[in-house]
């Protein structure tokens, strides 16, 4: 049965409503990239140090921030947070593999739990949009104001949340050299990266790379690092994680570098998949849809349809407004993915775009229900709710999104709606609860 014309106006009001408010850039806080394959390599890269660490590979996430600057931190005991413009600035799998291994180090060693305090554990969308406001006022250098908004204490120096001791950084360096070796990766690694930021402490604050500021660096600590490295026994270097080490960077780096840069370099790809793949985000971002489909189609010819690469082409498709042919590819993909959320959240944005709500809306809450950290998919699941006539649904999840960003006032108000609009003690009315806990936090003073 059809909506009436009125109904149908006041639901599309709605959704335009809140398709403007997603336009908004985030005022407060980091954001996450959120990518179906280049999570899957993060994981892969991960696994074995986060196994050496006696760490759950399954239960702590390595997950990407959106920035340009070098860093990597970690602000629970469940997720280690990398910036893009540290992925793009390392050269080898060893190397992330040092990064991962130190962050590790700190949650294992209990440098974090000792000082969680006030802070959250970022279970929700709202836990770790706090986490991601936090770290953006430690890497601006404005502590006591980032604890203030992201805490809700009065008196918290942001840095003693996010920021180790030197003894803690010496524990740390021990312990993943340690962790590298266990995981039968070269050490050296660990003392590549730490030669990489030498020197910063010499420039101003302003000129600094987060991870300098939250990680001091000292002499010291760097002669340390040498003497733990140098009768350490070179590793052989592991072919698969090189493999997942390059294709993370090449396509964070195809979709964050301008398509000429990306054409000029795709043929030092390691393999021709990686190269083809490379080239087909290159080509999309030059609107050549003709060249991205003929590139990711032959990708997927070497990989045997790899459901990541189906993602891709599902997105190309999707994003050259072919709605149909992108609703085809992304159910492959599910299909052949099994849970992966991400992926799911592809496949219910087309079928959003295609004019599919209802189906749009049960592949979103089944992604939704695996994780809840992805800002887009909240996007696209309140515009799925709005378009099904459940307007307090999409106030909650609308909610969570700007939470999940750092825009506490925002989250607030939507909350309050929300509650209003669930029934009370609900699932729903409790998630808004969560977020309006949140906010409140932030807006105390």
Same mark, same amino acid.
């Given at each position: 049965?059809?909506?009436?014309?009125?109904?149908?106006?006041?639901?599309?009001?709605?959704?335009?409503?809140?398709?403007?408010?997603?336009?908004? &850039?985030?005022?407060?806080?980091?954001?996450?990239?959120?990518?179906?394959?280049?999570?899957?390599?993060?994981?892969?890269?991960?696994?074995?140090?986060?196994?050496?660490?006696?760490?759950?590979?399954?239960?702590?996430?390595?997950?990407?921030?959106?920035?340009?600057?070098?860093?990597?931190?970690?602000?629970?005991?469940?997720?280690?947070?990398?910036?893009?413009?540290?992925?793009?600035?390392?050269?080898?799998?060893?190397?992330? +593999? /040092?990064?991962?291994?130190?962050?590790?180090?700190?949650?294992?060693?209990?440098?974090?739990?000792?000082?969680?305090?006030?802070?959250?554990?970022?279970?929700?969308?709202?836990?770790?949009?706090?986490?991601?406001?936090?770290?953006? /006022?430690?890497?601006?250098? =404005?502590?006591?104001?980032?604890?203030?908004?992201?805490?809700?204490?009065?008196?918290?120096?942001?840095?003693?949340?996010?920021?180790?001791?030197?003894?803690? =950084?010496?524990?740390?360096? $021990?312990?993943?050299?340690?962790?590298?070796? @266990?995981?039968?990766?070269?050490?050296?690694?660990?003392?590549?990266?730490?030669?990489?930021?030498?020197?910063?402490?010499?420039?101003?604050?302003?000129?600094?790379?987060?991870?300098?500021?939250?990680?001091?660096?000292?002499?010291?600590?760097?002669?340390?690092?040498?003497?733990?490295?140098?009768?350490?026994?070179?590793?052989?270097?592991?072919?698969?994680?090189?493999?997942?080490?390059?294709?993370?960077?090449?396509?964070?780096?195809?979709?964050?570098?301008? &398509?000429?840069?990306?054409?000029? @370099?795709?043929?030092?790809?390691?393999?021709?998949? $990686?190269?083809?793949?490379?080239?087909?985000?290159?080509?999309?971002?030059?609107?050549?849809?003709?060249?991205?489909?003929?590139?990711?189609?032959?990708?997927?010819?070497?990989?045997?349809?790899?459901?990541?690469?189906?993602?891709?082409?599902?997105?190309?498709?999707?994003?050259?407004?072919?709605?149909?042919?992108?609703?085809?590819?992304?159910?492959?993909?599910? +299909?052949?993915?099994?849970?992966?959320?991400? $992926?799911?959240?592809?496949?219910?944005?087309?079928?959003?775009?295609?004019?599919? &709500?209802? =189906?749009?809306?049960?592949?979103?809450?089944?992604?939704?229900? !695996?994780?809840?950290?992805?800002?887009?998919?909240?996007?696209?699941?309140?515009?799925?709710?709005?378009?099904?006539? +459940?307007?307090?649904?999409?106030?909650?999840?609308?909610?969570? !999104?700007?939470?999940?960003?750092?825009?506490?006032?925002?989250?607030?108000?939507?909350?309050?709606?929300?509650?209003?609009?669930? &029934?009370?003690?609900?699932?729903?009315?409790?998630?808004? +609860?969560?977020?309006?806990?949140?906010?409140?936090?932030?807006?105390? !003073?």
């Amino acid at each position: 049965m059809g909506l009436s014309s009125m109904r149908r106006a006041a639901l599309w009001m709605m959704a335009l409503t809140l398709a403007l408010a997603v336009a908004a &850039p985030a005022r407060a806080g980091l954001s996450l990239l959120r990518d179906a394959d280049i999570e899957h390599a993060l994981r892969q890269l991960a696994a074995p140090v986060l196994g050496a660490a006696g760490l759950s590979p399954t239960q702590t996430r390595i997950l990407l921030v959106d920035d340009g600057s070098l860093n990597a931190f970690v602000a629970d005991t469940r997720h280690i947070f990398i910036h893009s413009g540290l992925i793009s600035r390392l050269e080898t799998a060893a190397q992330l +593999q /040092a990064v991962i291994a130190h962050e590790a180090a700190h949650i294992a060693n209990g440098h974090i739990s000792q000082r969680l305090g006030n802070m959250r554990s970022a279970r929700t969308a709202a836990g770790l949009g706090l986490v991601l406001a936090a770290a953006a /006022a430690a890497a601006t250098g =404005e502590g006591q104001l980032g604890a203030a908004v992201a805490l809700g204490t009065q008196n918290s120096a942001m840095r003693t949340l996010l920021s180790h001791t030197r003894a803690e =950084e010496s524990s740390a360096d $021990i312990e993943s050299v340690r962790l590298l070796m @266990r995981a039968g990766i070269n050490p050296r690694a660990a003392l590549e990266v730490q030669e990489m930021f030498s020197g910063q402490e010499a420039l101003s604050l302003g000129r600094q790379d987060p991870y300098t500021r939250s990680h001091p660096l000292t002499r010291d600590r760097l002669r340390a690092l040498q003497g733990l490295v140098a009768g350490q026994p070179e590793t052989a270097p592991d072919g698969t994680a090189n493999y997942w080490f390059a294709r993370a960077k090449g396509k964070l780096t195809a979709f964050q570098r301008a &398509p000429s840069w990306t054409l000029r @370099r795709a043929a030092d790809s390691p393999s021709a998949d $990686i190269r083809l793949m490379r080239e087909a985000v290159a080509h999309h971002r030059n609107a050549d849809t003709r060249r991205a489909l003929a590139a990711i189609d032959e990708a997927l010819r070497l990989r045997g349809d790899d459901p990541l690469l189906l993602d891709l082409k599902g997105q190309i498709l999707l994003e050259s407004r072919n709605f149909a042919a992108a609703v085809q590819v992304y159910q492959t993909a599910a +299909q052949r993915a099994g849970s992966e959320p991400l $992926i799911l959240g592809g496949l219910g944005r087309a079928l959003l775009a295609a004019g599919h &709500p209802a =189906e749009a809306l049960r592949a979103l809450e089944a992604a939704q229900g !695996r994780d809840s950290t992805d800002a887009r998919l909240l996007r696209d699941l309140a515009l799925a709710y709005a378009q099904t006539g +459940q307007g307090g649904m999409a106030s909650v999840v609308t909610a969570e !999104r700007y939470a999940l960003q750092g825009r506490m006032a925002d989250a607030g108000l939507h909350a309050t709606r929300a509650s209003g609009l669930v &029934p009370r003690r609900s699932g729903p009315w409790q998630r808004a +609860q969560d977020v309006l806990s949140a906010a409140e936090q932030a807006q105390r !003073r």
